[in-house]
T-cell receptor
Framework: GAGVSQSPSNKVTEKGKDVELRCDPI?????LYWYRQSLGQGLEFLIY????????KSGLPSDRFSAERTGGSVSTLTIQRTQQEDSAVYLC?????????????????FGPGTRLTVL | AQSVTQLGSHVSVSEGALVLLRCNYS??????LFWYVQYPNQGLQLLLK??????LVKGINGFEAEFKKSETSFHLTKPSAHMSDAAEYFC??????????????FGKGTKLSVKP
């Protein structure tokens, strides 16, 4: 399997609990993106990693959200004290480098997502 | 801020009919442009993209899109719909400048139904 994988595929949690969502990018991809897909907001960008570094965290919806990436590979998105409005599908994508800028285009490959339901 | 507008949250066509899904973007500097398809309970799959060069781009499954700078549009078409085209389609842009993170900005999506 050479694609982007995410785990778990589904997560049901109670309001107030913490959750961790995992993304395994395609091997060798230095850029990693997290997005959220919800009924009310559509597809929103959350955070971008180049290597282990996230230069801009302003896309995260609140300070309950955090993300890290270790070894330039696996990334974890953590949501603390979950709320019902956090219910959504969380998508991860990776590319060989960042997609835009003056560099040549690098396609983002998406994982299947983690469906989070907060009761 | 950059935005993407997709006209019509739902589009229904008959099998064999023309598919036209509309997308307009807001940037004065042409961004990179994409169409993605999402089948039920699946991730996003790239249909086609425009970065530079020819403004008419062809993608997978017989889809194509034309970049029109004067209209800030990137509409998706397919001459003849097939039942398997039923899915949700997302138009997206990515900004082209040195400091860009390269994140995609998506439209709200258009759900395509195909009637037999």
């Amino acid at each position: 399997g050479a694609g982007v994988s995410q785990s778990p595929s589904n997560k049901v949690t109670e309001k107030g609990k913490d959750v961790e969502l995992r993304c395994d990018p395609i091997s060798g991809h230095t850029a990693l993106y997290w997005y959220r897909q919800s009924l009310g907001q559509g597809l929103e960008f959350l955070i971008y990693f180049q290597g282990n570094s996230a230069p801009d965290k302003s896309g995260l919806p609140s300070d309950r959200f955090s993300a890290e990436r270790t070894g330039g590979s696996v990334s974890t998105l953590t949501i603390q004290r979950t709320q019902q409005e956090d219910s959504a599908v969380y998508l991860c994508a990776s590319s060989s480098s960042r997609t835009g800028g003056f560099s040549s285009y690098n396609e983002q490959f998406f994982g299947p997502g983690t469906r989070l339901t907060v009761l | 801020a950059q935005s993407v507008t997709q006209l019509g949250s739902h589009v229904s066509v008959s099998e064999g009919a023309l598919v036209l899904l509309r997308c307009n973007y807001s940037s004065s500097v042409p961004p990179y442009l994409f169409w993605y398809v999402q089948y039920p309970n699946q991730g996003l799959q790239l249909l086609l993209k425009y970065t530079t060069g020819a403004t008419l781009v062809k993608g997978i499954n017989g889809f194509e899109a034309e970049f029109k700078k004067s209209e800030t549009s990137f509409h998706l078409t397919k001459p003849s719909a097939h039942m398997s085209d039923a899915a949700e389609y997302f138009c997206a842009v990515s900004e082209q400048y040195g400091g860009s993170q390269g994140n995609l900005i998506f439209g709200k999506g258009t759900k395509l139904s195909v009637k037999p």
